[in-house]
């Protein structure tokens, strides 16, 4: 056995270095490499270091005699410390020939440790490369990993690979490690262990099986290799699943016979009633063999020629399974079975069930439905046919329903087909209109037809269709649905509604061939439609008034015949909702005031502290009004910063429009990044801007700052802040001075009630004193109370059914 060197032992070398040098030094072992362990280390160095979990060798609990594992007990135990992390290796330099090419490795471990954790792995590398303790080996040229990481097995394993290329060190050595990786948490006993590794270009056989075996013989088959060995094969036979190892002798040998890949061993005297193990191993030379591989285990039985009991289940239209009981010594099983009443049998024979298996079955199929058939079984034992047993069973005359398509529909008829489930068979029909509860049955022409076409149909109706087996019970297949096609006089179908927005809708409906269209609308409630002629199947209404409900129809038009309107479609204008917008964070700048000075208006100042999106349309106090076609309106943004400055973009939008959309033509002010503040601008008010008629309906101004870029309208950003406030438009105002002539208020001056003559019931009031708003509400009784007020001149601000009317008065 050998273990890493001490200090003294190396000491010891280099002083006799020139006598000794070979017996201080591993020395190299010739390919093909064959390790047991049975009587020493075989010369592996182990990589130990101060690592507290090392490689051994020697007989551990649970192990062979003699292999080499991972333990913390100086070799009593195959344990490993949990909580003390360790790299170790242990290696053995090998000789490979120069042209050696593709290669068989293989070897016996187990592992338990930890998943991801705790692991055995294995190396192919230069000799160039000496492994360190406590450092994993890592990928790297000339280096080959086999396999992946091997652990999470506490039963022994075989590890083969028939496909390792050692091209890249022929003609050189070659060093196999073994390197154990735990961490210092949890994990599994054992560790690793390592046992029988072959290295060598003997390939192993391949598909092994027992196609035979009687209470006293079995025939054993396998597949020979790529590789053909040259000295054929050797097989071990057992009573007991322990496994030979690379010096265990054989039971017997087998050579290929021919040229066919299947190699056979036929055993005889075998023990009745026994089970029995076996492996079989390639022989290239009497010193290059292959690793064992296990074949599956077989079982001898006891012959008996006695009758089986024979059931016969899962009996469909033109199947059966039929089901015995096993017999562990018979030879195999002749089934025979025929429709009753006709002459030939069809036989066939049944090689007898392996165990775990129970019982014995076949399945007879390609049965005809609808008919009483007889199966009989006989047991074969050494040669010899037993009697027959008899079983008889009918086969069932309910298929499952066929595969139905619908095709060529036209107006008033439809080709249905269907996929016969059995040759044979006569189907029926029946079919309906969708909603409707009565079936009208249709007997369909006989094999091999299968194809029908149903006529006497209405237009543009929708249809179902099943077919069912004539011969009970009766099951029907799924429900078909088709629709048949339209005619032009009847409505088109389909009428929907693709996008619906405040003030306009877009509306389609399947398309006639040849056809054009006419839609009609109207407010509902109103006598008179608004009707349209249309070339396609797609049309957008447009001027239309938001939360209004509407009703339209459509109908074709065929060589200018007009057809029938379709049932009316109602729907009803959505309000304006503007879309979302706001900054990550106003932590660092935020908009610190904003500033409207419209032309004829009040004075609009909002200063407010950070925050990410701010809605200030229910605030009163931030209100702007605008007057239509007013021109030198002033908008003012201050800035303002935590700290540190930087460059702020700044978009300010009015939906001048009011269709809840800023568009480019909607932005009053773009100020590019800079740190300039205030930021300042002026903006004209369209002629045909949304005038507000009452105080919901109003337009939104949209204020944003974004560091390092202008903001983009509905678009997200990182830093700075949004800001939303109302904006209320109103039509030109019509100054009137003291001595007013259609509108009308009095006295002037006055001291207490201010009569107003000439206004609706519910014209609302703003009174400015000093262009500051001091009071505001609706005018009740067409009298203003102005009794409190001090002593000055006032601007009257009336806002009537759209109409802005103003006039000055002197208070006492």
């Given amino acids: ?81 949990i909580a003390a992390a360790s790299i170790v290796h242990a290696h053995k330099d090998i000789i490979i020939p120069a042209g050696t090419t593709v290669c068989s490795v293989s070897f016996d471990w187990k592992a338990a440790g930890e998943n991801a954790q705790d692991y055995l792995r294995i190396w192919l590398v230069p000799t160039t490369f000496t492994p360190v303790a406590g450092t994993q080996i890592t990928a790297a040229a000339g280096r080959i990993k086999i396999g992946t990481d091997y652990n999470q097995q506490g039963n022994w394993q075989t590890y083969i690979n028939n ?25 599994t006993q054992p560790p690793a262990t390592v046992d029988n590794i072959k290295i060598n270009a003997c390939f192993p056989p391949t598909g092994l099986s027992v196609p035979v075996a009687t209470p006293t013989t079995a025939k054993l088959n396998w597949t020979a290799p790529a590789q053909v060995p040259g000295n054929g094969y050797e097989y071990y036979l057992s009573t007991t699943n322990t496994a030979p190892n690379n010096t265990t002798a054989a039971t017997g040998t087998a050579n290929a016979a021919g040229a066919s890949p299947t190699i056979s061993a036929s055993l005889s005297q075998l023990s009745v009633n026994t089970t029995y193990f076996w492996w079989v191993r390639s022989v290239c030379s009497s010193s290059d063999k292959s690793v064992w591989v296990p074949g599956p285990m077989f079982k001898t039985g006891i012959c008996t020629t006695a009758t089986s009991v024979v059931s016969v289940n899962s009996i469909t239209h033109n199947s059966a399974s039929v089901t015995w009981p096993l017999n562990n010594g018979a030879d195999s099983y002749e089934i025979r079975y025929r429709a009753v009443g006709t002459a030939a049998w069809t036989t066939t024979n049944q090689p007898v069930a392996q165990p775990p298996a129970t019982s014995n079955s076949i399945n007879l199929t390609n049965l005809s439905p609808d008919t009483l058939y007889e199966v009989e079984v006989a047991v074969v034992c050494d040669g010899v046919r037993a009697t027959y047993s008899h079983t008889e069973f009918t086969t069932q005359c309910d298929p499952a329903p066929p595969n139905v398509t619908i095709s060529t529909v036209t107006a008033n008829s439809a080709l249905i087909a269907w996929s016969p489930v059995a040759a044979n068979l006569t189907y029926k029909l029946r079919w309906r209109e969708v909603g409707t509860t009565v079936w009208n049955p249709v007997n369909l022409p006989v094999p091999p037809a299968n194809t029908f076409t ?27 649905v088709f629709t048949t096609e339209r005619t032009c006089d009847q409505p088109p179908s389909g009428l929907t509604m693709v996008q619906l927005l405040p003030t306009s809708a877009q509306i389609t409906w399947d398309p006639f061939p040849g056809a054009t269209y006419v839609l009609r609308y109207r407010k509902v409630g109103i006598p008179s439609w608004t009707q349209i002629q249309v070339p396609t ?42 879309c979302d917008m706001t900054s990550e964070s106003s932590t660092g700048e935020h908009i610190a005031k904003v500033t409207v000075k419209p032309n ?43 700290g540190t400055n930087y460059s702020e973009g700044v978009a300010v939008w009015i939906d001048f429009n009011r269709d809840g959309e800023f568009g480019i033509d909607e932005r009053i002010l773009a100020s590019g990044p800079n740190m300039d503040t205030p930021v300042k ?58 001595n007013q002539g259609d509108f009308l208020f009095y006295p002037n001056p006055v001291s207490t009630i201010l009569n107003v003559k000439n206004i609706s019931k519910t014209a609302n009031y703003k009174l400015y004193h000093f262009g500051k708003l001091i009071a505001s509400g609706v005018i009740l009784n067409n009298k203003l109370d102005v009794s409190q007020l001090v002593s000055g001149v006032y601007v009257l601000d009336i806002q009537d059914q759209g109409n802005s009317i103003q006039g000055k008065f002197i208070k006492r």
């Fill in 600 to 642: 004829g208006r009040p004075v609009m100042e909002n200063a407010s502290a950070a925050t990410v999106y701010s809605d200030y349309t229910e605030v009163p106090k931030t209100l702007i009004e605008l007057v239509q076609g007013s021109a030198g309106n002033e908008i003012t943004i201050e800035k303002k910063w935590t």
């Fill in 681 to 738: 601008g002026t903006f004209n008010v369209p002629a045909n801007a949304f005038v507000s008629m009452t105080d919901g309906k109003y337009v939104v101004m949209r204020v944003a700052m974004r560091r390092g870029d202008i903001p983009v309208t509905c678009t997200d950003f990182k830093e700075g802040e949004v800001e939303d406030y109302k904006v209320r438009i109103f039509k030109n105002a019509v100054y009137n001075p003291v």
């Fill in 1 to 81: 056995m050998t273990k890493n060197y001490s200090l003294l032992t190396a000491l010891l070398c280099f002083i006799l270095i020139g006598f000794i040098t070979q017996s201080c030094i591993p020395t190299a072992s010739p390919f093909p490499y064959n390790e047991s362990f049975a009587t020493s280390n075989g010369n592996f160095n182990f990589v130990n270091g101060t690592q507290t979990n090392k490689w051994f060798y020697g007989n551990a609990s649970g192990n062979p005699p003699g292999a080499i594992y991972i333990s913390n007990t100086t070799a009593t135990a195959n344990n490993y410390n």
């Fill in 537 to 578: 199947n797609v049309y957008t209404l447009t001027g239309l008034l938001e939360l209004t409900k509407y009703e339209l129809q459509v109908a074709n038009i065929c060589n200018g015949v007009y057809g029938s309107f379709t049932p009316p479609y109602f729907f009803t204008t959505p309000t304006v909702e503007y």
């Fill in 454 to 480: 149903l006529t006497g149909l209405a237009a543009n109706k929708t249809y179902e269709v099943q077919v069912a087996s004539q011969c009970p019970p009766e099951t029907y297949s799924n429900p078909k």
């Fill in 163 to 187: 496909n390792v290329n050692l091209s890249s060190f022929a003609g050189a050595n070659m060093r196999l490690v073994f390197e154990w990786t735990n961490n210092a948490g949890n994990g």
